[in-house]
């Protein structure tokens, strides 16, 4: 069964920093293209990243420069490194294989003081 495990989540003050990761049973998983998306409440999902198969990356604007998306093939494993957190950042986080439409359970982060 495919499985997309998130952890790393919690509470941060603003300015924090916070590596989320997403733990991939799937099988080939080197050549899919793996995505992080984020859930404020009352709001909708929203991409946040991706990183491709070649390891190129893609943010959205709003989090250039602060997040970084990274992976691990041999522990088949994709980080979201997030720095300098605003409040406007809480969200659940979920990674994703959107071409075999995988998702994880989520993570919550909060960032607040």
């Known amino acids: 069964q495919v499985q997309l495990v998130e952890s790393g989540g919690g509470l941060v003050q603003p300015g924090g920093s916070l590596r989320l990761s997403c733990a991939a049973s799937?099988?080939?998983?080197?050549?899919?293209?793996v995505s992080w998306h984020r859930q404020a409440p009352v709001k909708q999902r929203e991409f946040v990243a991706l990183?491709?198969?070649?390891?190129?990356?893609n943010y959205r604007e709003s989090v250039k420069g602060r997040f970084t998306i990274s992976r691990d093939n041999a522990k088949n494993t994709v980080y979201l490194q997030m720095n300098s957190l605003k409040p406007e950042d809480t969200a659940a986080y979920y990674c994703?294989?959107?071409?075999?439409?995988?998702w994880g359970q989520g993570t919550q982060v909060t960032v607040s003081s």
């Open positions: 994703a294989v959107i071409a075999l439409d995988y």
């Open positions: 799937v099988s080939r998983f080197t050549i899919y293209t």
């Open positions: 990183i491709t198969s070649a390891n190129t990356t």
